[in-house]
């Protein structure tokens, strides 16, 4: 490792955030917290596919993996949450090391339409199964009474660790090879690269983080059902990404932190919600194409400029 | 005097005038009633009928005076959130009325999934709600707060498959198809008992997704059994019609059953002149000699502001607004869970007139069933022509 | 035997629809390289249209021919402004951006479903029959409506394959879709072709949107389940492949009708799904996909 790891930086920051749960008391708030959370992990997620120049579509379909894990792992094995936890990780990313294997031969538009065709067998499959309560969905996804009041700081540690985790495995020789296949598949397979097993590795470790991302829900919601692990959800985290700014790993923070908080308050314009947050979507992208960090480096780099 | 100086007293008059009606406004208390409802996509229009009928209850009771606990006048006030058919869109809309708006009561709730998300969250917190979700998995001794503000299969069916079989005792089989979601995978359940004990034998059970357009495979399939009765329990208006329409055309004739279809408008704008004859178990009729004034004019509004007839699910919200003032005024308390503990007991005035208190002994285990009547309808050229009505009896 | 009549004949009919949506969605992908979600929004858009002008042309006392025939020209040309400001306010920027474009398009989707919903109401609009009556195929009974749509289809598909090969329009598109470097080096303007594949596009949607109208359930939402079948369709055929939509919109219709008959409409809706991942396996590029 080198120390392009910006580790001060990153305990701050990590700090400040869990600091500044536990001062939080507010319920709404709290909610609001771990849904940012979550949602900044299934961003990462994402973006972690997207070092190697594919569209994951399937995070939904993992995410849903991870939930569905964890919702039977408690409330039809009995088994302790942090097991529970864990498991929906587990399981999301042997999934994924099959469903890569088979489809990350393709690539670009078909990678990204097999991955929604995925995501939509996968949840009408929920609904089919009277185990997992079909439509309904499943309840009582409780985490342990004494975790009840710890819960934002519970969310955000584990969704830091492993965003902190995806950005260790960037800036590392494994993240250039992601890069170096992104740039031109066929100029890293003659320096001896296993393409698809590199391919398949980025993808277990991404749907490992939504898979979890997934268990994160299904405890801070304590209901699930078929219909929350829609296609929308992976477009929505694509819209955190965009609008955070993909160059770095900090953007889809600052686009989950951005949009979820818009989202909450468009939520009370009843049916203008679509509206307002398509249009949010919409001017994002087409006035900020290097997303809200991009906009910050550019005036960063114009101050600095200045100075000298 | 200038003019601006004029200007400036207009404004300060203005600002004294607002100030003044605020501390009006203040004097008088709100209870807020929330609602978890689908605001957009398919259930779009089911959402925004209850939160009309919601509204207009609320605005009857408060310019009738408001609610009166002791010597403080409450008002109603509803507030609706969408809750996109899904749980997770169901649990922030929870969050969002319980722990933002600081709601108690929830006026009526649409969907099974959200429901049970919001459900998880108001029985700990102690709020009260009324839904119109189906399932006695909702419902019960270990849910106390929750009542039920619509007719769902478990008081509907039983009265409108013996009434289909003894209208055509010659009808011998039945094929049946449901949307492959909650309210039809419970309608389907419920609807398979209730006709196995007449005797009519089952030829076959299907389900579709929701969001389908195109029904002839379908169609085509249910044809081919040759049924004589096709059920199609819990499919939406729309869907059915289609399906209807497509039978007509493959040339299939016999005893058409939308057991938990509301109303005729829906049916009719997809399926056209195939929908003659259709039975159904939660139509709401609004012309006949028995509609009272009050019935036909809220109807109206309402069909200036959604484009669509009333239905039992739109009426349940204007029902428990009246459910809870009775509630609240009988429990002289605006805590929910005094307001839960006498509600069994409590008789209110419902939007199909007269006065009902809540049953459901014997098939949840507590009372927390709106006694609503059941009425069995009939399309008949091309109007929605009430056949029966039935108070349930039973504890 | 006429079970497999009437259900191969129900294939058609539905593929008939899905070709036309597929088709559009196939030509903006060759030419701009995007992932249009919102397409199924242009088809709506003509479908409420219609769904609409019908009933208050027939109000006026126009025959109820007449009246549609006029309710379509009215859809389209709505549909296609709509597709004209899309082009020229979003997509025109992210050409061959994929992620770019999707983004866009997911947002448009956003906006435009609220924005329907407001303008025509959730409700579902009925339209009068246009053709009433059913004719007997083979022994196997179909509605004048279904039959005048697969013939309006089959001509508008076999004009665009017409103009795609033998127009120099066609021909530039074509080339573009094949390579646009070599296409601009060799004169084709660029910009003017991709506007062109996007408006054609639209087209194609909105008449779809319009011809399905009178028999399918017009509501804000009509369009999502057209372009999730659309969409697989044109993976299957090879994205970019005018005869892959058109073989993968048949390919989806036979799947949803005869897996709806023999199963039931859920299992088919999976099938379909299991099928797009088991071609791709194969060919990873569609079965007639290139580039």
């Known amino acids: ?308 | 005097m200038s003019i601006v100086k004029s200007m400036k007293f207009v404004v300060l008059g203005a600002v004294f005038g607002v100030a003044g009606s605020v501390a009006g406004a203040n004097a008088q208390e709100i209870i807020k009633l929330g609602l978890s409802i689908p605001l957009s996509g398919s259930g779009a229009t089911w959402g925004k009928g209850s939160e009309f009928m919601c509204k207009e209850a609320a605005s009857e009771i408060n310019e009738a005076g408001g609610v009166k606990v002791g010597d403080v006048t409450y008002n109603f006030e509803c507030v609706g959130y969408d809750n996109k058919y899904n749980a997770a869109e169901g649990t922030r809309v929870a969050q969002t009325l319980l722990n933002r708006e600081g709601v108690k009561f929830i006026g009526g709730s649409l969907g099974t999934a959200p429901v049970k998300a919001l459900q998880s969250l108001t029985e700990r917190q102690g709020v009260m709600i009324f839904t119109t979700a189906w399932g006695s998995s909702i419902k019960g001794p270990d849910f106390p707060l929750t009542f039920t503000q619509m007719n769902t299969p478990f008081e509907i069916l039983p009265q409108l498959i013996p009434y289909i079989h003894q209208a055509h005792p010659e009808a011998k089989t039945l094929a049946m198809l449901n949307p492959n979601d909650a309210s039809g995978q419970e309608t389907e359940s419920v609807a398979n008992g209730v006709w196995k004990k007449t005797g009519v034998e089952i030829l076959s059970s299907d389900f579709y997704e929701r969001g389908t357009t195109e029904f002839q495979p379908i169609a085509a399939r249910l044809a081919s059994m040759k049924p004589d009765i096709i059920d199609l329990g819990g499919m939406p208006p729309a869907d059915a019609g289609a399906v209807l329409r497509e039978l007509d055309s493959l040339g299939w004739k016999g005893v058409k059953v939308v057991e938990v279809g509301t109303g005729a408008d829906g049916l009719k704008a997809t399926g056209g002149d195939a929908v003659e004859g259709v039975y159904m178990g939660a139509g709401v009729t609004f012309d006949g000699p028995d509609v009272t004034d009050h019935q036909k004019k809220v109807n109206e509004d309402a069909r200036a502001a959604i484009g669509e007839s009333l239905n039992a699910i739109q009426i349940g919200f204007y029902d428990s607004v009246y459910a809870l003032k009775a509630g609240i005024e009988a429990a002289k308390s605006i805590d929910p869970k005094e307001v839960a503990k006498v509600m069994p007991d409590v008789t209110f005035k419902t939007f199909y007139g007269g006065e009902i208190g809540f049953y459901g002994m014997d098939s949840y285990g507590s009372r927390q069933q709106m006694r609503l009547p059941v009425i069995v309808t009939q399309i008949q050229d091309g109007k929605l022509v009430e056949m029966a009505r039935v108070v349930p009896d039973g504890k | 035997m006429q079970t497999a009549i009437q259900l191969i004949l129900t294939s058609l009919q539905i593929g008939a629809v899905y070709i036309l949506f597929s088709l559009g969605l196939t030509l903006i992908f060759g030419v701009m390289r995007i992932v249009n979600f919102a397409h199924g929004h242009l088809f709506a858009v003509s479908a409420l249209v219609v769904a609409y002008t019908v009933p208050w042309l027939a109000d006026t006392g126009l025959p109820v021919l007449p009246a549609y025939l006029l309710a379509v020209i009215a859809g389209v040309a709505v549909a296609m402004v709509l597709g004209f400001l899309m082009y020229v306010f979003g997509f025109k920027y992210f050409q061959r951006d994929m992620v770019g474009s999707f983004i866009l398009s997911i947002g448009l989707v956003l906006l435009l479903d609220g924005i329907l919903l407001k303008t025509f109401g959730g409700a579902v609009r009925p339209v009068p029959e246009i053709l009433p009556g059913t004719v007997t195929i083979l022994g196997a009974s179909v509605t004048v409506q279904r039959v005048a749509l697969c013939a309006a289809a089959v001509i508008i598909t076999a004009a665009l394959y017409w103009a795609l090969t033998r127009t120099k329009l066609g021909k530039a598109l074509r080339a573009v879709s094949i390579d646009h470097e070599a296409a601009m080096l060799q004169g084709v303007p660029y910009n003017r072709m991709a506007l062109a594949g996007f408006m054609i596009a639209a087209a194609l949607a909105a008449l779809a949107g319009a011809l399905i109208a009178p028999i399918s359930i017009v509501s804000p939402v009509i369009g999502a389940d057209y372009l999730i079948k659309g969409f697989i369709a044109v993976i299957i055929g090879g994205l970019g492949s005018v005869p892959g939509a058109i073989l993968g919109g048949l390919f989806v219709a036979a799947i949803e009708t005869f897996g709806g008959f023999y199963l039931d409409p859920t299992s088919a809706t999976i099938a379909i799904f299991v099928l797009v991942i088991v071609v791709l396996l194969v060919r990873p590029k569609g079965l007639l996909g290139h580039g």
């Not at chain 1, 955070?244 to 989950?256: I, M």
């Not at chain 1, 991009?294 to 960063?300: E, L, Q, S, T, V």
Request: hydrophobic share 60%; with cysteine; net charge neutral.
């Open chain 1, 1 to 308: 490792m080198d120390d392009n790891l910006k580790l001060p930086y990153w305990a701050i920051g990590i700090g400040i955030a869990l600091a500044a749960t536990l001062i939080v008391k507010d319920p709404y708030i709290s909610s609001v917290i771990n849904l940012i959370s979550i949602a900044a992990l299934m961003a990462a997620s994402l973006r972690f596919v997207m070092l190697m120049g594919e569209l994951n579509f399937a995070t939904a379909a993992f995410v849903g993996i991870g939930a569905y894990t964890a919702g039977v792992a408690v409330t039809i094995l009995d088994w302790p949450f942090l097991v529970a936890l864990v498991l929906g990780g587990i399981i999301a990313a042997l999934i994924s090391i099959v469903f890569g294997f088979v489809t990350l031969r393709t690539k670009g538009p078909y990678f990204l339409l097999i991955g929604f065709a995925f995501t939509e067998a996968i949840r009408i499959l929920y609904s089919k199964s009277m185990v997992l309560g079909g439509n309904s969905g499943m309840v009582g996804i409780f985490p342990p009474m004494a975790l009840d009041a710890w819960m934002p700081t519970f969310v955000m540690a584990v969704a830091a660790i492993l965003i902190f985790g995806l950005y260790v495995l960037e800036r590392s020789d494994f993240g250039r090879i992601l890069t170096a296949i992104r740039d031109n598949e066929d100029v890293a397979r003659t320096v001896g690269l296993n393409i698809l097993f590199c391919k398949i590795a980025c993808f277990a470790a991404a749907s490992f983080a939504a898979g979890i991302a997934g268990s994160l829900h299904a405890f801070v919601n304590n209901v699930i059902s078929p219909g929350d692990f829609s296609f929308l959800l992976a477009a929505f985290a694509l819209a955190y990404v965009k609008v955070g700014g993909e160059d770095n790993v900090v953007g889809p923070l600052v686009g989950a932190v951005l949009l979820v908080t818009l989202g909450s308050y468009a939520l009370g314009l009843g049916g203008q919600e679509h509206i307002f947050y398509g249009t949010a979507i919409v001017l994002a992208v087409l006035l900020l194409p290097h997303g809200v960090t991009g906009i910050a480096r550019r005036g960063w780099a114009l101050i600095a400029r200045k100075e000298k």
